[in-house]
Every structure is written in structure tokens, then in C-alpha cells.
């Protein structure tokens, strides 16, 4: 008899007999799997108990094996149960090896510590690079460790950020003095900065050569230069992901430096008794303050009578709890100030603050890793220019995050939930005479889920981002992909694309060469009802990104990548500079572009980024070139921003020598083709009505106007500088050494032009030859 499905389709016996025998072969596939386990831990630093990140971890003999994150965490899965041995291999560390045996269905939680090598550079060590690059996606991404900002010419003898952050090939920096970072034709305002998880509004002082986070407290940065997956949110360009280290949890240690730029302290130790089993809880502390603004009268006369008129202070501090099985809980916070004191024309102060907590938790029994984040921060900037107005910003606000990851064999499923709420206060003058006031307030809310499936040779990595903003009534869906395909072991071809959005927009103009202030709005809700004439359905900025390269380890150790890249902004916010009307109804009949505060924009930014790298011994080469395009359209014209710079090259090197290897030698070259700039067309007088009919213009001054000539028609000379570093340390015992730097930036004293000031037809040049001496302590 014929049996009866629920549709309504007829089977007989033989096919029911089959239905039974696929689900037997079914049951015991699901019974084999069973017969697995899970290995999973953190590998530490056996000298200072940090987490050692990036690290290969393995079972010897066998295929299985993965690298550690960020937090130093690790876990392999679906390993058939049996008697293994774990080890542990990272450069500059001696292997770690753990005999243990693994059970069905068991969780084995293992910590490994590594010792430090006591044997010289000249030996091979392997890294967990190559591993990591066959294993993850990771499209547009530089990583940077303490290892890596070492490894370039420091200015003032202190490695930065904001140093090694030019040479990344897609970064722009537009300037020493007040300069700017843009990424692969992305504005600062629409590149996303965190720091343990906070939103950062201000990652850079206004010198433009120091970043305001002290190099020692960083364990790694992840700088994406488009293309990055739907983790990240809320800004259409790049992203820069910070994490600090947690101090030292064996013992107190300590740095002091000193150079004519700045000094700092740092301090870092165990909290309590950490000899327990129970668990281990570190502190550390960093105060750093700039006196450049006093010592360049001195040591630079050559750089003007008001020398180099820029101080500021950055202080961190952070603890952080861990629990035997190595749940952690760090809090932490930091003051950052800026001054620049222009004593004839203006004055700028800006004040950051923030505090935050995160989290990681490893349940004993779950295969998932929980991470967490709840932070507050607050940037405030004012300007006080010659005629007393003054221009004032503040952004404030909370973020938090909760994400859950899985992994799943070499697979891996990551989902979270993300909330924020910011505050905005702006203010500022017109050139006429009329002030513009804002206070906003707005919340967003997002959720995302990330999937990594490695099929043979082939990597993917879908993702999707749901956005919610409040303040726009809006919605946001973002797909995102991102691929790899292992062609050879030496040899990936990879891609990346999605889509993005943004609701801050900056209270500058992208037109402006310099801008030390720095204003941050809510999308404005006044924008035109059309642009180009289509109607304005939401106010976000919008962005799809499209990447495409290979990576290639060529021999004698020896990287390359290449890659190629496209990002359409199909709509940007932008201050209106050729706003002449108020926006009200007696000018009802007039042209958006000629009464809105601000107008829209469409923009491309296309290009190729080249990489050659060698790290081998004591020897370090990093060769970049970029070639790009970016254009923008206002509805009237099309135009290249002031940061369009079309060639962009840097070469550094590093070179470590001497008997017991305390000299190294460092190097690099910029070369860049000239910004676009507006040429002067004339000069006319003009009037300022500031009392209305009541202005007497036959008595009253006039002023004198520029007549600009077509927006960004003329391009610069070429950029170019050498900065070049001598070190030497003197090791005292194991744990006291001291390290004299020589360097000089801009060593053949190019003269290479920042701007032009049209009013006092005066030349302003970026910094010129700058020697320093520093020294710096550890202990």
C-alpha cells in the first residue's frame, strides 16, 4: 500500500526503506562527530603573564591547530579524542609544550606560557603570520604591534602611532602642522577610531606628528582601509580598532623618557597577591606632557621667533581583573588636552575624556566566547579667534556592545548587539557677523552576525548589519562579503565588498587645506529636498566599497600585496561655502545651494595600494606606493578635494647591528605628488554691515577679499622628506636598560609648502630639519 505524505505525494515501501537508511548513516555520522573534543585557553608571557597575541597553537603531529586573538584566546575544535601534545611557537619565544588527553564530548581548558628567547636574532623563527593569512580573510587590514612602531625612524625619539600610520599604504597625511589622516578618499570624520571598545573622536593632536595614545600601552591596532565586515559600523570609510595591554602581573616595571618634544612616565605592576591560584589582577598608568611649545624657541630658532606653538597631555590609566580560567574584566580611562596658542591670530583648546569597562568570559561547559563593552566619552573643542568669537564643538556619549563568538572546526560564528547615544553642542560665527547654534541628541542601534566557513582552499565570510537611527526614523541594511582563495600556499587571491553608513558629519568643510578646529554634528535634518534632481529620501551618509588583490610570499622572505580598490559615496554632507541667503521664507524663491547650511555631495575614490615587506633576522624593508583618485560633485561642478593626492610612496628600513645587537639603524622616505589647491584669480574690497543701514561705509575700513579662481584647478609641488634614527641601549641587568636616540626629521630640510596665505602673500611651509636627542629608562 502506498503511504501518503503531507503534500499530498504518494511513496511506496522501498523509498520509506531509504528515508530509514539515510538517517542511520545520519545518526552515525552525528554519533562519529561525537567522538570529538574541544581544546581551548589563552597563551601568556611567562615573564609579565600578558596575553601573547597572534601566536601559532597546535597539536604536534597533526592537522589541527589555529593562532591566538587579541585577547591571546584560542580553541580548536572537533578534535578526535586521544592522548596529544600541545605546543605553542611565537617569534622572540622559546616553543611551550603540554602533554594532555582529550575525551568525548569534553571541553580541556589549557594555559601555555612562553618564555622569552635568550638567543640572538640570527636564528629562524616562525611566525604565525603565513598561518593566519591562509586562514582569515582580513581584506585592507594592517596589523601593528609595539614590535612593529618600533620598527620606524621615531620623531623626538618616541615611536607613535600617528608616525607609522602614514606609511600604510591608502593614508594621506595632509600636514605636520594641523594635518589630517584621510583613508582611501574617506574625511576623519568618516573613519571610526576605538579604543578598547570606546569611540574616539579625536585620535590625533593638532602637531599632526604624535597620536594621543602612548605607544607602550598598545598590544595591537587593527587599521581596515575599506572593505571591513559587519562587526564594525557607523562610519563609511576605515576603521581603526585599538587594544591596550593589562600590565605586568608578575611584577612591578616601569618606563621614563625624556626628548626636546615631550616626557612621560609609565608605570605597571600586580594588583594584590597574583602567587594564588584563584586568579591575577595588573595595573598600569601613563602620563606623557609636551613642552614643545617652550623648548622650540630654544633648540629650533631656525623655525621661527614663536617657534612651534603646540602642547599637550595625555594620561590612561587601567586595571584589570582575571579569573583562573581567565574571564577577565578590565576598567579603565584617560584625559587627553590639547593647546595651540597662534599669540597674533587664534587659540585652540580641546579637552577628551572617557571611561569604559570590558569584559571576556569563557564558560566552562559552552563552546562560545563572550566579549562586552559599555564606555562614555567626551571631546570638546573651542576656538578663539582675533576678533574674540569663539567656535565652539562638544560630543559626548555612551557606547556598549555584546557579542558572542563559536567556533565551529576551523569555521566561526560571530553575532552582537551594539548601543549609542550621543550629545552634540556646536556654535560658531560667520564671516557677516551671524552666529549658528546647535544641540542635538541622538541614539542608534545596531545588531550584526559574521560567519566564517573555510571550504578546502577557499575562505568566505558573509556578514549583515541591521542599523537602526532614531534621530532619522531610519533604518539601514548592510550586506557585506568579504572571500580568499588559497591558490598555493604562498599564493591568496582575495575580495571585499559591502555597504556602509554614517550619521556624525563634521562642522567643517572638506574645502578647507587647514582646519584645527574640529566641529561634530548629527546628520542635520535642513539638508535640500533634491540633489541632482532626485529627492533626498534620508539624511545618512552612504558609501559601497569594492576591493579586490592577491598576496603573494615571494622567496628570500620576501610579502607582497596588491590591492585594488573602489568606494562610491552616493551621498555625503558637506557645509554649503556658498550659502548667501538665510533660510527662511522671505527667500522662499531661492536656489538650495544659494540658503542651506549644508549641501550634498557625491564622491569616488579609486585606486591601487602596493606592498613589498621583508622582516627576516636583523633586517627590516617596507616598500609602499599608492595611486589614487578621489572626486567629489556638488550638483554644479566636479572637483578633487584638497587631499587628492595622486602618488604616495614610502621606503623604510631598519637595520639591527653591533656585537650583542644594542644599535639599530632606521630609515624613511616620503614621496608624494602636490594636494590640489584654488588658485587666486584677483582681490576686492569689501564691507562687513555689522550694523545693518546704520554702517557708515565712507568712514568704515574696508577689507580685502579674495577672488578665487576654479575650486581645486592647481596642484602643489611634490612632497617629499627623510627622517633617519640612531639607537643604542645599554643593558644594565634583566630588567633595567637604558636606550639613547638620535634622530632627525626632514634631514636635508626640504622646504615643502603646507599653504598659502593669499592675504599676507606669505609662504607657510611644513616643519623644517628638526634634530633631538632622547633617552628613556626601563626597569
Same mark, same amino acid.
Given at each position: 500500500m502506498p503511504l501518503i505524505d503531507i503534500v499530498g505525494n504518494e511513496f511506496d515501501m522501498k523509498d520509506l526503506k531509504k528515508i530509514i537508511l539515510l538517517l542511520c548513516f545520519i545518526i552515525a555520522g552525528l554519533q562519529l562527530f561525537a567522538q570529538t573534543g574541544t581544546i581551548r585557553g589563552f597563551v601568556y608571557d611567562k615573564t609579565t603573564d600578558e596575553p601573547v597575541i597572534f601566536t601559532n597553537v597546535y597539536l604536534k603531529g597533526t592537522n589541527y591547530g589555529t593562532s591566538t586573538d587579541v585577547n591571546g584566546f584560542y580553541s580548536i575544535s572537533k578534535v578526535p579524542v586521544g592522548n596529544y601534545t600541545l605546543m605553542s611557537t611565537s617569534i622572540g619565544y622559546d616553543t611551550a609544550s603540554v602533554e594532555l588527553a582529550l575525551k568525548k564530548n569534553k571541553i580541556l581548558n589549557q594555559k601555555l606560557y612562553l618564555s622569552e628567547k635568550t638567543i640572538s636574532l640570527d636564528v629562524v623563527n616562525i611566525s604565525a603570520d603565513k598561518q593566519e593569512a591562509k586562514t582569515e580573510v582580513k581584506v585592507s587590514v594592517t596589523k601593528i604591534t609595539l614590535r612593529e612602531l618600533k620598527q620606524i625612524p621615531t620623531i623626538g625619539g618616541e615611536a607613535d602611532l600617528a608616525q607609522y600610520m602614514q606609511i600604510i599604504p591608502g593614508v594621506i597625511f595632509t600636514g605636520d602642522q594641523g594635518g589630517q589622516l584621510y583613508i582611501r578618499g574617506g574625511s576623519p570624520i568618516q573613519n571610526k577610531v576605538i579604543l578598547d571598545g570606546m569611540v574616539i573622536y579625536n585620535p590625533f593632536h593638532s602637531i599632526g606628528l604624535f597620536s594621543v595614545f602612548d605607544s607602550d600601552i598598545i598590544r595591537n591596532v587593527d587599521v581596515y582601509t575599506g572593505g571591513f565586515n559587519a562587526e564594525y559600523g557607523g562610519r563609511i570609510s576605515g576603521i581603526m580598532d585599538i587594544t591596550t595591554r593589562d600590565g605586568n602581573r608578575n611584577k612591578f616595571?616601569?618606563?621614563?623618557?625624556?626628548?626636546?618634544?615631550?616626557?612621560?612616565?609609565?608605570?605597571?605592576?600586580?594588583?594584590?597577591?597574583?602567587?594564588?591560584?584563584?586568579?591575577?589582577?595588573?595595573?598600569?598608568?601613563?602620563?606623557?606632557?609636551?613642552?614643545?611649545?617652550?623648548?622650540?624657541?630654544?633648540?629650533?630658532?631656525?623655525?621661527?621667533?614663536?617657534?612651534?606653538?603646540?602642547?599637550?597631555?595625555?594620561?590612561?590609566?587601567?586595571?584589570?581583573?582575571?579569573?583562573?580560567?581567565?574571564?577577565?574584566?578590565?576598567?579603565?580611562?584617560?584625559?587627553?588636552?590639547?593647546?595651540?596658542?597662534?599669540?597674533?591670530?587664534?587659540?585652540?583648546?580641546?579637552?577628551?575624556?572617557?571611561?569604559?569597562?570590558?569584559?571576556?568570559?569563557?564558560?566552562?561547559?559552552?563552546?562560545?566566547?563572550?566579549?562586552?563593552?559599555?564606555?562614555?566619552?567626551?571631546?570638546?573643542?573651542?576656538?578663539?579667534?582675533?576678533?574674540?568669537?569663539p567656535r565652539y564643538s562638544e560630543i559626548g556619549g555612551f557606547n556598549s556592545t555584546l557579542a558572542f563568538t563559536y567556533f565551529i572546526g576551523q569555521d566561526e560564528l560571530k553575532y552582537g548587539i551594539e548601543m549609542l547615544g550621543f550629545e552634540t553642542d556646536f556654535e560658531y560665527w560667520t564671516p557677516v557677523g551671524q552666529q549658528v547654534k546647535q544641540n542635538d541628541f541622538t541614539s542608534e542601534l545596531a545588531t550584526y552576525l559574521k560567519y566564517k566557513k573555510i571550504i578546502n582552499k577557499i575562505l568566505v565570510e558573509p556578514s549583515f548589519r541591521i542599523h537602526y537611527y532614531s534621530s532619522q526614523g531610519t533604518v539601514s541594511l548592510e550586506p557585506r562579503f568579504g572571500s580568499k582563495y588559497n591558490v598555493t600556499d604562498n599564493f591568496r587571491i582575495k575580495f571585499a565588498g559591502g555597504f556602509y553608513s554614517q550619521n556624525l558629519v563634521s562642522a567643517t568643510s572638506d574645502r578647507d587645506v587647514v582646519n584645527l578646529f574640529s566641529g561634530y554634528l548629527s546628520g542635520p535634518s535642513d539638508l535640500p529636498e533634491s540633489f541632482d534632481g532626485k529627492l533626498i529620501l534620508h539624511n545618512l551618509q552612504k558609501a559601497r566599497h569594492l576591493i579586490a588583490g592577491f598576496e603573494l610570499n615571494l622567496p628570500k622572505n620576501f610579502d607582497l600585496n596588491i590591492e585594488g580598490y573602489y568606494k562610491y559615496f552616493p551621498q555625503l554632507t558637506n557645509i554649503n561655502r556658498n550659502k548667501l541667503f538665510a533660510d527662511d521664507d522671505s527667500n522662499a524663491d531661492k536656489e538650495d545651494y544659494l540658503k542651506k547650511d549644508f549641501i550634498i555631495e557625491t564622491a569616488k575614490a579609486y585606486g591601487t595600494d602596493f606592498l613589498i615587506k621583508y622582516d627576516y633576522k636583523r633586517l627590516y624593508l617596507w616598500v609602499g606606493y599608492s595611486i589614487a583618485y578621489v572626486t567629489r560633485y556638488d550638483g554644479l561642478i566636479t572637483y578633487p578635494p584638497h587631499f587628492d593626492r595622486r602618488h604616495n610612496s614610502n621606503f623604510v628600513g631598519s637595520y639591527t647591528f653591533g656585537k650583542d645587537l644594542n644599535w639599530e639603524f632606521g630609515a624613511r622616505? !616620503?614621496?608624494?605628488?602636490?594636494?590640489?589647491?584654488?588658485?587666486?584669480?584677483?582681490?576686492?574690497?569689501?564691507?562687513?554691515?555689522? !550694523?545693518?543701514?546704520?554702517?557708515?561705509?565712507?568712514?568704515?575700513?574696508?577689507?580685502?577679499?579674495?577672488?578665487?579662481?576654479?575650486? !581645486?584647478?592647481?596642484?602643489?609641488?611634490?612632497?617629499?622628506?627623510?627622517?633617519?634614527?640612531?639607537?643604542?641601549?645599554?643593558?644594565?641587568?634583566?630588567?633595567?636598560?637604558?636606550?639613547?636616540?638620535?634622530?632627525?626629521?626632514?634631514?636635508? !630640510?626640504?622646504?615643502?609648502?603646507?599653504?598659502?596665505?593669499?592675504?599676507?602673500?606669505?609662504?607657510?611651509?611644513?616643519?623644517?630639519?628638526?634634530?633631538?636627542?632622547?633617552?628613556?629608562?626601563?626597569?
Open positions: 616595571a616601569g618606563k621614563f623618557s625624556a626628548n626636546p618634544f615631550m616626557s612621560k612616565a609609565l608605570f605597571e605592576g600586580p594588583l594584590g597577591n597574583n602567587k594564588n591560584k584563584s586568579g591575577s589582577n595588573a595595573f598600569i598608568l601613563s602620563a606623557r606632557t609636551s613642552y614643545l611649545e617652550q623648548s622650540s624657541k630654544i633648540l629650533y630658532p631656525h623655525v621661527g621667533e614663536n617657534g612651534l606653538p603646540y602642547n599637550f597631555l595625555d594620561l590612561y590609566a587601567k586595571t584589570s581583573f582575571r579569573g583562573a580560567s581567565g574571564n577577565k574584566l578590565n576598567l579603565f580611562g584617560f584625559n587627553h588636552r590639547d593647546n595651540v596658542n597662534f599669540s597674533s591670530s587664534s587659540n585652540l583648546n580641546w579637552n577628551a575624556t572617557g571611561v569604559g569597562t570590558n569584559f571576556v568570559i569563557v564558560p566552562a561547559t559552552s563552546m562560545v566566547l563572550i566579549q562586552g563593552y559599555f564606555a562614555y566619552s567626551n571631546f570638546r573643542n573651542s576656538l578663539i579667534e582675533s576678533d574674540s568669537r622616505w !616620503n614621496l608624494g605628488s602636490g594636494f590640489p589647491f584654488t588658485k587666486t584669480a584677483g582681490f576686492y574690497p569689501s564691507f562687513n554691515f555689522y !550694523n545693518g543701514i546704520n554702517t557708515d561705509y565712507t568712514t568704515a575700513n574696508e577689507n580685502v577679499e579674495v577672488l578665487y579662481g576654479t575650486l !581645486n584647478n592647481g596642484r602643489l609641488p611634490y612632497y617629499h622628506r627623510l627622517d633617519c634614527s640612531l639607537k643604542r641601549k645599554f643593558q644594565f641587568s634583566n630588567d633595567a636598560t637604558l636606550e639613547a636616540v638620535v634622530s632627525v626629521t626632514n634631514l636635508y !630640510n626640504r622646504s615643502n609648502i603646507f599653504f598659502f596665505d593669499r592675504l599676507k602673500y606669505e609662504r607657510v611651509d611644513q616643519l623644517p630639519i628638526l634634530p633631538t636627542i632622547g633617552l628613556s629608562m626601563k626597569f
